[in-house]
């Protein structure tokens, strides 16, 4: 065996079959996905896997970007006409997608190639998209986000098996090739006959990663000539170190969680609190990925805007990234792009049709629906002894009252006289911040009232003048119930 033969199957295919299933968690005679742009690195992949025995099916995306991308496509095809395996092609107008969107063209480009990918290995029933990603590339991305000011999720750079949420939540992306530098990956290729395209916009340095590969990376090179496997030891130290902060992480966040939607997330603020920094910003960063999935590079200083403003800040909004807003709200804290996406079931509240200068009548006895299965009930009571104060049970003094009780959201000027403040008559706003209604829950929030006078806030407080005493014979119960 000739010496480039055997430095072939020695760095490549004797140990990519090993790294495939211990690393990459692949099983033989599953199919696999790979993705072929026509470049030494994949077109290396998808021989390489299919010389070991996998089952595989090469797959192009045209971006369209250039006026030669039919060829790389029919190139692809030849390929793999050529070693008898499936060819799939997919295309899409890159430049109108990163008009529309306001993209680069680069995240735009894999925008659209990972989705085309990972919808047809879906379609196709593989059990893996693979790409040529190398040890070179990996270089290449922790240094990229070092730069960028990433942390612990971007230094340890990529992984050679990862789930994506933003493509799909159970199909992996694999990278066999990630440990394999792009110099033994030319020298396959030249063994086996390969002759890859070459993307000529590799060597345009207007582009960020370019820049690094053909200008900073050698340069650092010469301060240490062993600076990629620095780099890449450096990444796979980190991996290790963030497989055991997210377990950590993974455990404050069962602690801290209150509710989850699709569109919203809500927080235990005090909960949160109690953890160190480093684990708040990973909560943070852990909610905005479960929102945003397809967000890349969360921003340091909007992740350290969001802190400060939890710890100084028990009401209000604050931005946070990818459209995604912070809401405090008392003893907690929501994650969500705008307040008409956080959920109110958790209150009792007017429909909208209430709202309105109809009056809403409460009879004795009678009940009153509202939002969410939220009702409000009056019945004729007679006390056997004390009884509770209860803020969704209240007991009245029924001696003058009315048949009928109103039932109206709150008004300009609005006051109030609690049960325990010796008949003291306070601004129902200010009542309302104090017992930490929520802001957004206040104009919505029912009152009972009889006359202009409100008797009770459901759920909150009875008012004074209303309250049972040693004399009182007669006597309504008020109760807010969740049917």
Same mark, same amino acid.
């Given at each position: 065996?000739?010496?480039?033969k055997f430095i072939v199957?020695?760095?490549?295919l004797e140990p990519l079959?090993?790294y495939i299933q211990n690393?990459?968690?692949?099983?033989?005679?599953?199919?696999?996905?790979?993705?072929?742009?026509?470049?030494?690195?994949?077109?290396?992949?998808?021989?390489?896997?299919?010389?070991?025995?996998?089952? @595989?099916?090469?797959?192009?995306?045209?971006?369209?970007?250039?006026?030669?991308?039919?060829?790389?496509?029919?190139?692809?095809?030849?390929?793999?006409?050529?070693?008898? @395996?499936?060819?799939?092609?997919?295309?899409?107008?890159?430049?109108?997608?990163?008009?529309?969107?306001?993209?680069?063209?680069?995240?735009?480009?894999?925008?659209?190639?990972?989705?085309?990918?990972?919808?047809?290995?879906?379609?196709?029933?593989?059990?893996?998209?693979?790409?040529?990603?190398?040890?070179?590339?990996?270089?290449?991305?922790?240094?990229?986000?070092?730069?960028?000011?990433?942390?612990?999720?971007?230094?340890?750079?990529?992984?050679?098996?990862?789930?994506?949420?933003?493509?799909?939540?159970?199909?992996?992306?694999?990278?066999?090739?990630?440990?394999?530098?792009?110099?033994?990956?030319?020298?396959?290729?030249?063994?086996?006959?390969?002759?890859?395209?070459?993307?000529?916009?590799?060597?345009?340095?207007?582009?960020?990663?370019?820049?690094?590969?053909?200008?900073?990376?050698?340069?650092?090179?010469?301060?240490?000539?062993?600076?990629?496997?620095?780099?890449?030891?450096?990444?796979?130290?980190?991996?290790?170190?963030?497989?055991?902060?997210?377990?950590?992480?993974?455990?404050?966040?069962?602690?801290?969680?209150?509710?989850?939607?699709?569109?919203?997330?809500?927080?235990?603020?005090?909960?949160?609190?109690?953890? #160190?920094?480093?684990?708040?910003?990973?909560?943070?960063?852990?909610?905005?990925?479960?929102?945003?999935? %397809?967000?890349?590079?969360?921003?340091?200083?909007?992740?350290?805007?969001?802190?400060?403003?939890?710890?100084?800040?028990?009401?209000?909004?604050?931005?946070?990234?990818?459209?995604?807003?912070?809401?405090?709200?008392?003893?907690?804290?929501?994650?969500?792009?705008?307040?008409?996406?956080?959920?109110?079931?958790?209150?009792?509240?007017?429909?909208?049709?209430?709202?309105?200068?109809?009056?809403?009548?409460?009879?004795?006895? %009678?009940?009153?629906?509202?939002?969410?299965?939220?009702?409000?009930?009056?019945?004729?009571?007679?006390?056997?002894?004390?009884?509770?104060?209860? #803020?969704?049970?209240?007991?009245?003094?029924?001696?003058?009252?009315?048949?009928?009780?109103?039932?109206?959201? +709150?008004?300009?000027?609005?006051?109030? +006289?609690?049960?325990?403040?010796?008949?003291?008559?306070?601004?129902?706003?200010?009542?309302?911040?104090?017992?930490?209604?929520?802001?957004?829950?206040?104009?919505?929030?029912?009152?009972?009232?009889?006359?202009?006078?409100?008797?009770?806030?459901?759920?909150?407080?009875?008012?004074?003048?209303?309250?049972?005493?040693?004399?009182?014979?007669?006597?309504?119960?008020?109760?807010?119930?969740?049917?």
């Open positions: 065996m000739n010496t480039i199957m020695h760095q490549i079959h090993l690393e990459c968690g692949l099983l033989p005679g599953q199919l696999i996905l790979v993705g072929v742009s026509g470049g030494p690195d994949s077109v290396c992949l998808l021989d390489a896997l299919h010389r070991i025995g996998y089952s @595989v099916i090469a797959a192009h995306y045209n971006h369209h970007l250039r006026a030669d991308s039919d060829i790389d496509v029919a190139f692809v095809k030849s390929i793999a006409d050529s070693i008898g @395996v499936p060819f799939a092609v997919g295309e899409g107008n890159v430049s109108e997608f990163s008009r529309k969107e306001r993209l680069s063209l680069e995240e735009s480009a894999r925008i659209l190639r990972y989705r085309f990918l990972f919808e047809y290995a879906q379609q196709m029933g593989a059990q893996a998209v693979a790409v040529g990603h190398t040890a070179d590339d990996q270089v290449e991305t922790v240094l990229m986000h070092f730069l960028r000011g990433a942390g612990l999720d971007g230094l340890k750079g990529m992984l050679p098996r990862a789930i994506l949420p933003a493509w799909h939540n159970h199909i992996p992306l694999v990278r066999p090739l990630l440990e394999t530098r792009r110099e033994t990956v030319l020298a396959y290729c030249q063994e086996y006959g390969w002759q890859p395209r070459l993307d000529p916009t590799n060597l345009d340095t207007t582009f960020f990663r370019n820049r690094l590969r053909h200008e900073l990376i050698p340069t650092l090179e010469t301060y240490n000539p062993r600076f990629r496997e620095v780099i890449a030891r450096t990444a796979r130290t980190l991996a290790a170190d963030q497989d055991s902060l997210q377990g950590i992480t993974d455990l404050a966040w069962q602690g801290c969680m209150l509710r989850l939607g699709q569109t919203h997330l809500a927080l235990s603020t005090s909960a949160f609190v109690q953890h #160190p920094t480093g684990i708040q910003r990973r909560l943070l960063r852990k909610g905005i990925a479960g929102l945003r999935p %397809g967000l890349r590079d969360v921003d340091f200083a909007a992740v350290e805007r969001a802190l400060q403003f939890l710890t100084e800040t028990q009401e209000g909004v604050c931005e946070l990234t990818g459209n995604l807003r912070v809401f405090a709200e008392g003893k907690r804290f929501w994650l969500a792009e705008n307040e008409s996406d956080l959920p109110t079931d958790e209150w009792p509240q007017m429909s909208m049709a209430m709202m309105g200068d109809a009056p809403v009548l409460l009879g004795i006895p %009678g009940k009153v629906s509202l939002r969410e299965g939220w009702v409000i009930r009056a019945e004729q009571f007679a006390p056997s002894g004390p009884v509770p104060v209860q #803020p969704d049970r209240v007991w009245l003094e029924a001696g003058d009252l009315p048949l009928l009780f109103t039932i109206r959201p +709150r008004r300009p000027g609005d006051f109030f +006289r609690p049960l325990g403040m010796a008949g003291k008559a306070v601004k129902l706003s200010d009542f309302m911040i104090n017992v930490k209604i929520p802001r957004r829950a206040r104009d919505t929030w029912p009152l009972v009232c009889v006359g202009k006078q409100i008797a009770w806030i459901p759920g909150v407080r009875l008012a004074e003048p209303f309250r049972i005493t040693e004399t009182t014979r007669k006597v309504i119960q008020l109760r807010l119930e969740r049917e």
